[in-house]
């Protein structure tokens, strides 16, 4: 059996990548993926006072997607990602939006919160994704 010698991957190492990430994030991962978020609010539907929950909300770049009638909540570990995205929500008037810096293995929130839990592009990322997905379930 092979073992690895490379350290687990942390919270505070991902922290640290999108931190440094985030003035450049746009440009790199916003056009190119752009089409996987429309497509996913998409099949979320369009039925009023919906609860979502965005796991990951980066910078906000699916923010604009969801319907107004939606109440949605952004989490994201990263501050820096989370100011980027707080500066769009403003600029664009989606005051259906709420943001929360938050650990996704870990969510502060009842069991049974919300309609809808997406993670665009998120569940690679963290470290335990097992847990995430469980704590996705749970709220």
Known sequence: MLESSSPPITNNFVESIYSQLSPIYDALFGAVLQPGRTAAVTQMGDAPGTRV????IGT???ARLYP??????GIDLCSRMLENARQRIAREGLQHITLKRMDAASLEMDANSFDIVYAPYT???VPDPVQVAREMRRV
């Open 53 to 56: 929950l965005e796991v990951g």
């Open 68 to 73: 107004r009638s939606f109440e949605v909540t």
């Open 60 to 62: 906000g770049l699916g």
């Open 123 to 125: 569940i690679s990322v």
